[in-house]
């Protein structure tokens, strides 16, 4: 028999294994792709949230070992912290004040 016409033969352990593999890439196409319009609508819906508050923003980074708090006074604002943590959490839509190094958030405008 030559090279040319053989086939590639599984056992049924080969072939459930193959099966196996062939869901799990379905399955992280789908969730991956779910992921990312998630995060690209909850993009857009932050800058539109921004926008309608009639708050002008910019964005910074959060950095090691910053709170909500720390980022509200490096701003600068002549403004309460209070008031401007406030403004924070509104335009990102905070549900709590905790915030994660290289985490991006939208901040009043200097």
Known sequence: MSAQNQELRFTTRGRQAM???????????????????????????????????????????????????????????????RDVVSDIADINHLSSPVVHPGQTLDVPQR
Do not use: H, K, P
Request: aromatic share 8%; glycine share 12%; with cysteine.
């Open 19 to 81: 099966r196996l593999l062939r869901t799990m890439v379905c399955a992280f196409v789908i969730v991956g792709g779910a992921f990312f319009v998630a995060t690209q609508s909850f993009s857009a819906a932050a800058g539109a949230e921004a926008e309608d508050i009639g708050i002008d923003a910019e964005a910074v980074v959060v950095g090691e070992g910053e709170s909500l708090w720390a980022v509200a006074v490096d701003l600068g604002l002549d403004r309460d912290t």
